[in-house]
């Protein structure tokens, strides 16, 4: 149930998906991947929104080159952790919701016990390896991931549902080797804002999500593209998940 303060401040989100939607959302663990530009905007917005238990995790301290786009972490964080940053950010957008941010590598090692007890994966790495690793994870538990990268001005973004579309891997079978890429702070704003409007959707059961397409922003030329992708029924990762869905 929604509190008085609660439904004052998701009053204009109630006007959307009800307060049914709101408190779904409530209900809802997100495990954020990363806190750096991505990860930033989607933190922000799903601590504003309302997500009841978000838990970040990054194993960096914040630098100067961050702070064009890690808009968690402010000028006087520079030198700190990432996760003690992004706690007092998050915690100061919303004390209503509670907020776990740990100091960890995201590894095969640990990644089953930081996700245990979470429902969303969100996609705010810089890199393939950690990605597939997430992947891996989302279709070992049966929870959404939501994908998202930028470089530069463009960036890319698709919703993956363990069971009903294709993995990462089908989509991407190699990853593109590890590279320092430009980053505007923008792009990380327009990508982390469709990752988090996928998850509200997912959690209030509204709209279309992004299943199966993977949807390519070019800010140089302000235009969305969008690329339809299948499952690879040889697929390393999901061909398990295929048969065990046709079989039920
Ligand atoms: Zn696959």
Redesign the pocket.
């Known amino acids: 149930m929604l509190d008085d303060a609660e439904s004052q401040r998701y009053s204009r989100q109630t006007l959307l998906f009800g307060r049914d939607g709101q408190e779904r959302l409530k209900k809802a663990r997100v495990f954020v991947a990363g806190a750096g530009g991505l990860g930033s905007v989607i933190s922000f917005y799903m601590a504003a929104a309302g997500f009841g238990k978000i838990r970040i995790v990054d194993c960096d301290s914040v630098e100067l080159s961050n702070l064009n786009r890690q808009i968690l972490h402010s000028h006087a964080d520079v030198g700190r952790t990432k996760a003690r940053s992004a706690y007092e950010t998050l915690t100061g957008i919303n004390p209503e919701i509670e907020v776990e941010a740990m100091v960890e590598t995201i590894s095969e090692d640990n990644i089953g016990e930081l996700l245990r007890g979470f429902h969303l994966i969100m996609d705010a790495m810089d890199n393939f390896s950690v990605r597939y690793l997430l992947n891996r994870a989302a279709l070992k538990r049966n929870v959404p991931l939501f994908h998202g990268a930028i470089s530069g001005y463009q960036g890319q973004a698709t919703t993956i549902i363990p069971g009903r579309t294709?993995?990462l891997?089908?989509l991407f079978p190699r990853a593109p080797p590890p590279s320092t890429f430009p980053a505007l702070g923008s792009t990380c704003g327009v990508i982390g804002s469709i990752q988090v409007t996928e998850a509200v959707k997912y959690v209030t059961g509204v709209g279309e999500l992004l299943e199966n397409r993977l949807l390519l922003w070019d800010g140089l030329h302000v235009a969305f593209d969008e690329v339809a992708y299948e499952?690879?029924a040889s697929?390393k990762?999901?061909s398990d998940v295929s048969r065990t869905d046709r079989t039920q």
């Open positions: 294709a993995c891997s089908c499952r690879n697929c990762e999901c």
